[in-house]
């Protein structure tokens, strides 16, 4: 009788010793929480998501990094209480990929851009145009995008950029000037060396508040003969 409550006793132990240490095994494999990135933080993650839509023709021409200048650009935008009005703007006309013209409605935003870079060499203004690929100039162009703020993914707002609509993106305004529209194309001129900066940052509409993602992209061309 002694004997059945010892073997009892010690199953039980061994049984409880296996159930502490599956717990403990099930512990050291809960999937950690991610947490969520903060949408009113500007963020270089643009330029990497850019560099993932270009194929290489176009890496080789010109890709992005981030720049400290132009998010500190978009964090004024994004956050002074005098630019209200802009960004209230800005919201309304991202419903769908839109470039900023800097002679039309958006000529505020124009003046903020250019005063943010005045001095620099070369002149950084932004623009709605083409690259010019028929001058001896360094040059540098700089594209203000807005895309819906609804949009969570990078590489979707990155898409947005890239092909924009009805002509309006880099791939029009950049790639397929220099003539690289594809990979098995050859480029048309190379007198010309390229970099490229982006930046992006999310803003509310202070009265109904929607939001919209501002892209900010800097292309600097400059000629070979000036390097």
């Known amino acids: 009788m002694k004997l059945k409550k010892i073997a009892s006793l010690m199953l039980a132990g061994v049984m409880a010793v296996s159930m502490l240490a599956a717990c403990g095994d099930n512990s ?12 009113n933080t500007a963020t270089s993650a643009i330029s990497d998501a850019l560099n993932d839509q270009l194929f290489s023709k176009q890496a080789d021409l010109l890709s992005f990094e981030s720049n400290s200048k132009l998010a500190s650009l978009l964090d004024r935008i994004a956050e002074d209480d005098e630019d209200f009005e802009i960004r209230d703007t800005l919201v309304r006309g991202a419903g769908r990929p839109t ?61 947005a950029v890239m092909n924009g609509v009805f002509g309006n993106g880099l791939q029009d305004h950049v790639y397929n000037v220099a ?18 900066y982006a930046e992006m940052v999310k803003i509310t509409n202070d009265n109904s508040s929607d939001t919209a993602w501002v892209v900010a992209v ?7 003969s000036n390097t």
């Open 28 to 39: 050291s494999t809960t999937t950690p929480v991610v947490p969520p990135v903060d949408d």
């Open 99 to 159: 470039l900023l013209n800097p002679f039309g409605a958006d000529a505020d935003v124009a003046n903020i851009v250019n005063a943010a870079f005045n001095g620099t060499n070369p002149d950084v203004n932004m623009t709605n145009a083409d690259i010019d690929t028929t001058h001896d100039d360094n040059r540098a162009y700089l594209y203000v995008y807005t895309v819906d703020g609804s949009m969570q993914d990078v590489d979707q707002i990155a898409r």
């Open 179 to 196: 003539g690289i529209v594809n990979e098995g194309t050859v480029p048309q001129q190379t007198d010309y060396e390229y970099k490229g």
């Open 218 to 224: 800097l292309v600097e061309q400059h000629a070979v």
